[in-house]
């Protein structure tokens, strides 16, 4: 383990203070080994999370924001393979841990792993074991990073399902998570993520499937117990109407690839890349006069058949011919007011638009 105080991040970017930083992603490329061929599902992500803030990965399913996710706490499985990059995690009053350094049997990989760093899954119905009652499920979590009693234990976990809004906890942890509805099931599911006091948390997409009261519900209870703990937050989204609620950065993906970084007001007021603008035009809005909202044209192509240059410039309304299409992916850049982007035709969008 080392001890750093690098200013500057890997793109290049103004860096923070590493003492302002809890998490960052340098260069991280994940890559799944199939029979259709290499597939780059994360491809040389380099992302800051601020300590005590809101970051949100924001992107179209397929885009690598998952991945990105499991790849921080380790959790790829063949024929999933990290294959370079660094994750480096660091904890308050302790010494810089690069989670890819670590060996598969480190006892440090375990302790940052639902201890110092959670995970809310987007399915809690297959996260939660069927056959364990969610007070046992709580109860080993608290066990494993925790030196306390197995009664010290269960008044913890009690302690936490009420914190979530679940009443009568005592005997909800009897309860088994098919007996809960999916609201519920998801609380269940912070309340374990959140009972060690983690530093970072990892919520992927923890509104999926919920309807619109307990969504608001949901994420008003991650933000109270944010202020709370003083946990950090990764928020992965398709949804940028939830980004404008939790968010205080945001990072836009495309094809595991992050296309533009910035502030979420600078992201909602004035999008650089045109993936971010297409995203945003196509949420309904109280005041537009349309019929229909507008749509991305095409879909995401697939991982085995990148096209050649910007990975968007196919669905893209401000790609050039010769100029879009030609060479690798461009590069997560600075422009002149700071903001990240990674588009060959940034500087020419951002005139037109000012």
């Known amino acids: 383990m080392l001890t750093e105080k690098t200013t500057l991040t890997a793109d290049g970017e103004a860096g923070i203070e590493d003492r302002d930083v809890v998490l960052r992603i340098e260069g991280l490329k994940t890559y799944f080994y199939t029979e259709e ?5 994360v491809d040389g992500v380099d992302l800051t999370l601020e300590r005590g803030k809101t970051l949100a990965i924001v992107g179209e399913s397929g885009c690598g924001k998952s991945v990105t996710a499991f790849s921080i706490l ?26 890819v350094a670590l060996d598969e049997k480190d006892d440090r990989l ?17 996260a939660l074991s069927p056959v364990h009652t969610i ?15 197995k009664t010290e234990a269960r008044r913890l976990a009690a302690e936490m399902l009420e914190k979530v809004g679940i009443p009568n906890p005592s005997e909800r942890l009897n309860q ?19 009972v060690c006091r983690p530093e970072v948390l990892i919520a992927d997409e923890p509104t999926t499937a919920l309807d619109v009261t307990i969504q608001a519900q949901i994420l008003r209870l991650i933000k109270n117990l944010q202020k709370e703990i003083g946990t950090s937050v990764i928020f992965i989204t398709h949804d940028l109407g939830v980004v404008a609620q939790v968010a205080d950065d945001v990072a836009v993906m495309y094809l595991g690839r992050v296309v533009e970084r910035a502030s ?9 890349h045109p993936y971010t603008a297409a995203l945003l035009e196509s949420l309904p809005c109280m005041d537009s006069l349309q019929e229909h909202l507008p749509a991305i044209t095409g879909s995401v192509p697939s991982l085995t058949e990148i096209p050649a240059g910007c990975p968007f410039h196919p669905r893209c309304s401000h790609a050039e011919a010769g100029v879009c299409d030609v060479g690798g992916p461009p590069n997560l850049e600075a422009l002149n007011n700071g903001r990240l982007v990674a588009c060959l035709r940034a500087e020419e969008i951002a005139q037109a638009h000012s």
């Open 37 to 41: 061929g290499e597939i780059p599902a």
């Open 74 to 99: 380790r959790l790829i499985q063949k024929p999933g393979k990290i294959l370079g990059g660094k994750i480096k995690f660091f904890p308050k009053g302790g010494e810089v841990i690069d989670m």
């Open 110 to 126: 375990y302790h940052v792993r639902g201890g110092c760093i959670s995970m809310i899954f987007q399915e809690p119905m297959t």
């Open 135 to 149: 007070g046992s499920q709580i109860c080993e979590a608290i066990l494993l990073h925790q030196e306390v009693t």
């Open 176 to 194: 088994y998570s098919h007996e809960m509805s999916g609201g519920m099931r998801q609380r269940a599911m912070i309340a374990m993520a959140l």
């Open 264 to 272: 979420v007001r600078e992201v909602l007021k004035s999008p650089l």
